[in-house]
């Protein structure tokens, strides 16, 4: 009988099926908010890459893996909720999947500025072109274009443009009781990340999921100093999942920024999500 504890393929897998997912879930509330170049800091939903970890695994070919996730977020200004956040990925082949994934958000940061509505979306394709278990890395490419919602514009023509692409690498080291992660790109709304994260099971069925994202701005001005923005900062998160079956999962986690907090940084935030995958044709076969 194996080892209980044996890592599986990828646990990320199971927490983030879609790019821009972050690490454990898809932190799609997070944002770096280093990316804006406004006259005023508003507290808009600036999408981020914090959090922003993937496996170079692939979904089989012919597969859909969905994901629902809800988040808590809590700011120095403000709290934000996303119920819910939608992902879906499917395989084209045995090296490469397409993903997209929306969130329905709530932000609350004072009277002058509640919305609530679609967030930001993310469509993406992933290359896996080395595998981890026949080298001794695995390596993927995953181009991802990212459309901002209207919170994320609410800066108008002073922030962020509306379609913005992300360029990542991402690197994955399996071993017999854990795997290794890191990612590092470029976001063309100008800012860098890096990322790394691990993730074991700790009894059968049962895992556990860490990682770190340090980005930074490339458009830092004078007016984000005035209003005491950072240029770059530290995101931590750990996370824990379970397996019910092949096919379902459950997963939560939490997470903050860990170095000095501006008014985009994160003070906590929760996750909670499901993951169910299926055949498609297996859906095809059954109408019939």
Known sequence: MSDTRKAPESIYSFFRPIPLLACLVYFLTCRAGLAQDQAVPLPGRVATLAFFLDSVDTVEPQAILFSNIFTYRRAPDGKELDIPAVAVAYGLNRRVQVDFSVPYFHSDYGPDFRLSGIGDRFVSTKIRVLDPDSHKIGLAFD????????????????????????????????????????????????????CVGADGALVKRLGLAVNILYSRSTKFTEVSQEFGLLKSRVDAVVGIYYIVNPHFSLFTSGGRTISAIDQNGTQYIVNFGINLSFKLRSLIMRDK
């Not at 509306?162 to 063309?188: C, D, H, M, R």
């Open 143 to 194: 181009p991802t274009l990212e459309i901002l919602g209207k919170s994320s514009l609410a800066a108008g023509p002073q922030g962020p443009k509306k379609y913005n692409f992300v360029l990542p690498i991402i690197l994955q080291k399996n071993f017999s009781y854990f795997n290794l992660y890191a990612e590092t790109g470029y976001i063309t709304r100008g800012a860098l990340f890096a």
